[in-house]
């Protein structure tokens, strides 16, 4: 070939390269990481994506609060939540961890993975009307939300949804899960959670907790660990008056075990905590009870002491069978671990608490909180209007309290728990006043105060990688020399029918209380409920 004709080949070679390159597609750069210098402005921006859904926050809460289902049979509350986020994009798998009323709501895609929990369940006996200062039950004799679990799914909802919007404005990868605490009051649900792998993938766990402030904590917390087990004795009817000496009293035996762990209290630390109810002590006096139930929650501070009251109480469960002559076998219902939260994320979440501050509660607001708390003869302090500072670890030695079986959690992964400020100080807990606030504009108030402070902080976890890593090293440092063993073997189910009968008598009452929102403003506005009513 020619000089010449090697030119115009190169030439014509050159032309077609030029016109491959116009006609590719033209590929965006990846979108930069946020940096520091933005996260300010990202932060205020979902501050006010929280703020705008204050309307979905008081249906939300006010919604659950009508349906006032016990645990294991949260089946109305969990249809609502779960429709809710799939209308918003989440993907929901429904019967989670051999749970019907446990779910999983995922949106997001890659790496980290941030799981937003809190409490759906209520307490039985604890109906009462919100927003009125004295005794009223809805319905008498039924449950209600006398702790304030309506409220919790509220402020993770919302803070979703506002992380959801900046992270697809913003190239924010991740993961979000949403998941219910299922049966919390008999610490029963979680364990089969952590069972099911739910958390298995997950970077880090923001848990919510009602309180009457907006506060975290980092270290062991106050309260305790605990053991949920049933007693069950067997026995032989007989005619209680014909041939009494034929029959073997199950009674007998679950109220020697009773009798027998009163006397034994008194020697064990003063840390634990333990309490028992008989749930099934027979049929009718004239027959000896053939059957009989004791049911325990055995509490301590920390594993070891657990594990140790566990096999007292097991010895004693023996020794009442022996004294009876009686058999008896036990069942597992729940456990919680004590509480250990991860300080890096604490710190964190707790400088996000100081940006947003408590609620600017209302004259009306205040009002209420002090006739709630005259109510019960408590001390009138009204409202927190001071936050809190960060705890750290509580070592008191004279410790114990309460349990939540979030701390099998929090023993499996690095967790924090925001405590927002939907109710009022100084009640009993476990209360029909402790429901008083929580279909009122305190609880919404505190339900938005708290999302904000949660999407925040999952922000935080999303754009510094360091803050999960620290968060890991902690947790690593915290299981060094002690690690979370379940008590729940491997054949062990959820107790799914547990409450059944008792939603079965009350719910067709209920029904009728439940919140419509399309055609009320507020819970209060279709009870006819002017706000504050002392």
Same mark, same amino acid.
């Not at 969990?78 to 989670?96: C, H, I, M, P």
């Not at 990868?173 to 299922?182: I, R, Y």
């Not at 209290?265 to 634990?272: G, N, V």
């Not at 007292?312 to 597992?332: C, F, G, H, Q």
């Given at each position: 070939m020619s000089r010449l004709a090697l030119m115009a080949a190169a030439a014509l070679a050159g032309v077609l390269l030029a016109s491959a390159v116009l006609a590719a597609p033209v590929v965006p750069a990846a979108p930069a990481a946020p940096t520091a210098e933005r996260l300010p402005a990202m932060k205020a921006e979902l501050a006010a994506g929280v703020e705008q859904r204050r309307k979905l926050g008081q249906e939300i809460v006010d919604s659950v609060f009508?349906? !006032?289902?016990?645990?294991?049979?949260?089946?109305?509350?969990?249809?609502? +939540?779960? *429709?809710?986020?799939?209308?918003? !994009? $989440?993907?929901?798998? @429904?019967?989670?961890?051999?749970?019907?009323?446990?779910?999983?709501?995922?949106?997001?895609?890659?790496?980290?993975?941030i799981a937003l929990g809190s409490d759906i369940d209520c307490l039985p006996k604890a109906s009462q009307k919100p927003g009125v200062a004295h005794r009223e039950p809805l319905v008498e004799g039924a449950p209600g939300h006398g702790e304030g679990h309506n409220s919790g799914q509220a402020v993770n909802i919302l803070a979703a949804l506002a992380l959801k919007d900046l992270m697809q =404005?913003?190239? /924010?990868?991740?993961?979000?899960? +949403?998941?219910?605490?299922?049966?919390?009051?008999?610490?029963a649900g979680k364990t089969f959670l952590i069972r099911a792998g739910v958390f298995k993938n997950v970077d880090a766990v923001v848990f919510t907790h009602v309180g009457d402030n907006l506060e975290t904590s980092w270290g062991p917390y106050k309260g305790s660990g605990m053991v949920s087990v049933k007693y069950m004795f067997h026995g032989e009817a007989a005619h209680a008056a014909g041939a009494p000496w034929l029959g073997r009293s199950a009674l007998d035996g679950a109220m020697m075990m009773g009798m027998g762990w009163d006397?034994?209290?008194?020697?064990? @630390?003063?840390?634990? @905590?333990?309490h028992y109810v008989i749930t099934d002590g027979g049929d009718q006096p004239n027959v000896v009870p053939p059957e009989a139930a004791i049911w325990f929650y055995v509490?301590?501070?920390? $594993?070891?002491? #657990? *594990?140790?009251?566990?096999? #007292?109480?097991?010895?004693? &469960?023996?020794?009442? &069978? =022996?004294?009876?002559?009686?058999?008896?076998? @036990?069942? /597992?219902?729940?456990?919680?671990?004590?509480?250990?939260?991860?300080?890096?994320? *604490?710190e964190a979440m707790d400088a996000n608490i100081r940006q947003v501050g408590l609620p600017k509660w209302t004259d009306d607001e205040q009002a209420f909180a002090k006739a709630v708390q005259r109510t019960v003869h408590a001390k009138e302090d009204g409202l927190a209007t001071e936050l809190s500072p960060l705890a750290g670890p509580n070592v008191d030695p004279a410790g114990g309290g309460g349990s939540d079986d979030v701390g099998n959690i929090a023993w499996t992964l690095p967790t924090v728990m925001l405590v927002y400020p939907s109710n009022i100080p100084n009640l009993p807990g476990h209360h029909w006043s402790n429901a008083m606030a929580m279909a009122t504009p305190i609880a919404h108030d505190g339900v938005v105060a708290g999302g904000k402070v949660v999407a925040m902080t999952v922000l935080d976890m999303l754009t510094q990688p360091a803050l999960l890593e620290q968060s890991k090293a902690f947790f690593k440092e915290q299981t060094k020399e002690e690690q979370y063993v379940s008590s729940i073997g491997p054949d062990d189910k959820p107790q799914i029918e547990m409450n059944a009968e008792i939603m079965a008598k009350y719910r067709p009452l209920m029904r009728p209380f439940y919140y419509d929102p399309k055609r009320y403003s507020t819970y209060l506005d279709q009870l006819g409920v002017k706000f504050p009513t002392f």
């Open positions: 009508s349906f !006032g289902e016990l645990g294991f049979q949260e089946f109305e509350t969990s249809k609502y +939540l779960t *429709a809710l986020l799939e209308k918003n !994009g $989440f993907v929901v798998k @429904r019967g989670v961890g051999g749970m019907p009323t446990a779910w999983t709501a995922t949106w997001g895609s890659g790496g980290p993975v =404005k913003e190239h /924010i990868p991740g993961t979000l899960v +949403l998941w219910p605490g299922v049966a919390e009051e008999l610490v006397m034994r209290r008194e020697h064990l @630390r003063p840390q634990q @905590r333990s509490r301590e501070t920390d $594993f070891s002491h #657990i *594990a140790h009251n566990f096999s #007292i109480a097991n010895d004693i &469960a023996d020794a009442a &069978a =022996k004294m009876t002559n009686t058999t008896v076998t @036990r069942e /597992i219902i729940g456990e919680a671990a004590p509480r250990y939260f991860n300080k890096p994320l *604490a």
